[in-house]
């Protein structure tokens, strides 16, 4: 099975910060690559398909890239509503695993 | 307007049985794959298994294989994950997302349903 392997685990931020999430794959997994965000309390939310192609919705300040095996989540500008949680999901064989999850607080 | 909605709580105790729901609305429930996610308190998230509601076809995570059973009833547009046996370590928060068909991503979620379990 590929694993899924989050960094960092947690990191504070300011608002208006560039917050930059790492994500690595166990083995080659093309661009099958997904992100969400959860907050407290509510179920997940897409933000970027395929490692780079923004959810419909997603304000213009988040972005991914990445190929292979290392992926990267970016936040340009960091806003009060983006802390939460983080997770990536290789979507290339099943099971499709979810990385262990970024958290993003306040600084 | 496309909507999961989970059945709610759940307190049960060591060994009995239990079956939650997700009833799909708003779109073609046989269209789109229904996958199972847990949360356990604090933690991050799990993929449990998915169901086609076409057919039943199912694929279920190593760790949860043996454990749950996921069923589905497309007549009434609800998919299930049901337990046998209940364990103190099924104490969750449960997730059933709509998977979008070429892209793989979960583009709805529901609500979660929080199960205890506890003596």
């Known amino acids: 099975d590929i694993q899924m392997t989050q960094s960092p685990s947690s990191l504070s931020a300011s608002v208006g910060d560039r917050v930059t999430i790492t994500c690595r794959a166990s083995?080659?997994?093309?661009?099958?690559l997904n992100w969400y965000q959860q907050k407290p309390g509510k179920a997940p939310k897409v933000l970027i398909y395929?490692?780079?192609t923004l959810q419909s919705g997603v304000p213009l300040r988040f972005s991914g890239s990445g190929s292979g095996t290392d992926f990267t989540l970016t936040i340009s500008s960091l806003q009060p509503e983006d802390f939460a949680t983080y997770y990536c999901q290789q979507t290339y064989s099943t099971p499709p695993a979810f990385g262990q999850g970024t958290r993003v607080e306040i600084k | 307007e496309v909507q999961l909605v989970q059945s709610g709580a759940e307190v049960k105790k060591p060994g009995e049985s239990l079956r939650i729901s997700c009833k799909g609305a708003g779109y073609s429930f046989t269209s789109y794959w229904i996958t199972w996610v847990r949360q356990m308190p604090g933690k991050g998230l799990e993929w449990m298994g998915r169901?086609?509601?076409?057919?039943?076809?199912?694929n279920y995570g190593p760790s949860f294989q043996g454990h749950v059973t996921l069923s589905a009833d497309k007549s009434i547009s609800t998919a299930y994950l049901q337990w046998s046996s209940l364990k103190a370590s099924d104490t969750a928060m449960y997730y059933c997302?709509?998977?979008?068909?070429?892209?793989?991503?979960?583009?709805?979620w529901g609500q979660g349903t929080l199960v205890t379990v506890s003596s």
């Open positions: 083995q080659i997994i093309s661009t099958s």
């Open positions: 395929t490692a780079s």
């Open positions: 169901i086609d509601p076409t057919d039943s076809h199912t």
């Open positions: 997302a709509r998977r979008t068909a070429g892209t793989k991503f979960y583009d709805y």
